[in-house]
């Protein structure tokens, strides 16, 4: 016998007898709370930052409610009939009104909207395939599959059977199991370190270990215990940490600089010469240096084999955020400083588990020592609830598909060398219609290593927000998604296409993607198509 389903919730009653909103639920906001809001979307609106979001739809046999159904009643609850997905890592099914705002480059609200067909995965396509159109993406950041693979998604769906989420608590109070352990140290092995600590995200990690770096070894807190954990302000003459990090580093690493309580200097997008000056000039007791792997915007490539010969004459601590290279580069997926052989020089490994192994959270990688004091001052883990344990079980699945199964990178590499080489260089260049700026800087260790010139990321240059708004859209039209990356993530006028080559991707993929992006650069006379803003 089944429970009956819950009661529906009451009718909400708003404070606010304002008319012009689109949702009743509406609270009571004060005066100058609403003029700020006013203000500040009228701005976003008038510059074209607005943004929304814009769901995809996953396919099912039922729709949503039915979905949920089947694990609601314990006489659906078998897995045999648990509905069949069609999952493809780089393909896509989008309901008519997604498509629509993505051609229109998004509603004019800023609030998302729902609708059925947001909101409810109908039938399958067979029956209402009109409502549909599958893009192929090249947006995604999956760049190994392995978010679809039928061993991680059965992994996953057997912990979350047995486990549920796991248990819902921070890692130091509850949250941390075998699983998490094990996860770490397979992490740790992979980064070649002793040891690792486990976040809720490669955003959170980066903040946190910039932050607890930065701090005093006594930190004095507030006499009002009331406050909290509350860490006194700390006078900037007396900042014993100076931080060092590229001009174009992940914003999570920049918002980690902000906050830290330490002197920040930018040196120049991979200038390890002005990087040189500015340890030269400094005199702080301690100093961080911190670049990204792979810059995830230009797919630009760190040398870390020579801020680890920088490290022999300014003792520093070396971080490197690998988001973008765990499980791409490297003989075991170690990331760049495996491939450039510099992993001993690096002093903690930031990454994500949300990338190329498909599941989601962060890690840091690092000494013992250094793990005690992140678990110990990192709030960006103490104060957060641990990952779920199915989550952690398909990160650990992947990882051992990754290193089993070699040939999932090998077959990146050639799909990026051949659209690098075949298609953009060669295919649809017969007339010289297309051209390709290449000023990428990629150390010479990589080159000899892999002769890998060219990164699974590809920016396609466009300049002003309106070349890359249209090429966005025609290459939509032509059932590519790749969005315009445009400010505040670029400067003004150095807007780009954002391609993330995938294994899964294929050569007939590619060769149309080129033929789409030949066709739209064709448009205008004089454009051609640069794959870097440098």
Known sequence: ??????????????????SSSSSPYVAFVSEPWTIWMKETLSHLKSRGLLRDLKPLSLKTKLGVEEFYDTGRDASKSNISDVPTVSVDSVRARVDKETYERWLNNGSSSGITTTSSTTTTTTTDSSTKSDSFKVVTLFSSNDYLGLSANARVRRAFARAALEFGAGYRASQLIAGYTNYHRALEEKLANLERK????????GFAANI??????AESVFIKRHDDSSLNDRVANVDSSTLEVEIFSDALNHASIVDGCRLAKARVSIFKHLDYDDLEARLKKSSAKRKIVVTDAIFSIDGDVANIKRLGSLKKNYPFLLIVDEAH??????????????????????DIAIGTLSKAIGAHGGFACCSEEMKSILLSRGRGQIYSTSLPAPIVVAAIEALDIALERPDLANKLWRNVHYFHNDVLRSKHNSNNAVTVKKNKIVSGCVQSAFDIRDSHIVPIFCGDEQTALRVAKHLLLRGFHAPAIRPPTVPDNECVIRLAINAMHTMKDLDELGAALNEAFSFSPGESI?????
């Open 1 to 18: 016998m089944t429970s009956p389903p819950p009661p529906p919730l009451p009718p909400f009653r708003s404070n606010t007898s304002s």
């Open 194 to 201: 002793s040891s690792c600590v486990l976040f809720p995200t």
């Open 208 to 213: 946190s270990v910039l932050q607890t770096l």
């Open 325 to 346: 290279s765990t499980l791409v580069y490297g003989e075991f997926g170690g990331g760049l400083a495996e491939a450039q052989d510099a992993q001993n020089d690096v």
């Open 530 to 534: 640069f794959t870097s803003r440098l």
